[in-house]
């Protein structure tokens, strides 16, 4: 058998000719089997790769890796151990693929004896710092978890201040509360009303209802004298006579004496 072409001039590096960089980047599955591939092509002259397609009752025109038998798939990988260990980073050959080789290789040899071979060569150093760098991935991901946790952990606290702050804020909206109703109880119903016609310091509802003025008819009396008919809109608004659901009846029944 012939060697092909490329052959001739033994030092020439078929892997490292595949393997430019100008060629991209990717070292996928796909990428790897289509180096294997293309390293088979390269590799078998055309008369080889005609027997060889003879033999095998092939059809289709590429031979490819996974069609060649046992003893022809030890030639070439062979072959391609051998080139790989002349590589040198002068060659300029896409480090990422060369890993992929080398992983790809490891589904036909012991990981000890490609360790072995590759031992001091370029391929090696490669593999030692992707090695590195999955390391200090692995740290850097180890290091945002603990950063993460410590967030947590101050919007925790947050939270808790927040939360005391309800609660003073809570007490703090008791102790007016019961100032205003210890005034406001000191005053008559007219004197009550108009407070809440100028605007409590409280909402409405914080009156119990037993603080407020008792309707009656005295009341209404009262009310005419003291407050006009927009005086007593504004009130009855108040007590939330265009409430759609009003349903505290001293309010009602205030709202009527208001009319
Ligand atoms: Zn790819």
């Known amino acids: 058998m012939d060697r092909n072409l490329n052959y001739f001039y033994d030092e020439f590096n078929l892997v490292n000719s595949l393997l430019k960089k100008k060629n991209g980047n990717c070292y996928c599955g ?7 591939d293309r390293y088979v092509q390269g590799f078998f002259s055309e008369n ?6 003879k033999q095998n009752n092939m059809r289709k025109k590429q031979l490819s890796f996974r069609d060649l038998d046992l003893i022809n798939k030890g030639k070439v990988l062979e072959r391609i151990i051998n080139e790989v260990k002349q590589i040198d980073p002068f060659d300029e050959v896409n480090p990422w693929m060369l890993s992929g080789i080398a992983k790809y290789l490891e589904t036909f040899f012991n990981k000890r004896y490609l360790e072995k071979e590759f031992k001091d060569t370029y391929l090696n ?3 030692l710092s992707i090695k590195k760098k999955k390391l200090r991935r692995k740290q850097e991901i180890r290091q945002k978890e603990a950063r993460q946790r410590e967030v947590h952990k101050l919007q925790k ?6 939360k005391n702050l309800k609660k003073q804020n809570k007490i703090d909206n008791d102790i007016k509360r019961t100032k205003f109703l210890f005034m406001f109880n000191k005053l008559n119903s007219i004197e009550k009303l108009k407070v809440v016609l100028n605007g409590a310091d409280l909402p409405l509802q914080a009156v119990p209802e037993i603080d407020l003025p008792k309707p009656s008819l005295l009341l209404r009396y009262l009310l005419k004298k003291e407050f006009n008919p927009t005086q007593l809109a504004i009130l009855r608004d108040r007590f939330g006579e265009n409430f759609k659901n009003n349903k505290i009846n001293s309010w009602k029944r205030l709202i009527k004496v208001m009319k």
């Open 30 to 36: 796909l990428c790897v089997s289509v180096f294997f």
């Open 48 to 53: 080889e790769i005609n027997e060889l397609r």
């Open 125 to 127: 150093s490669i593999l």
């Open 157 to 162: 606290v947050e939270r808790e201040i927040q």
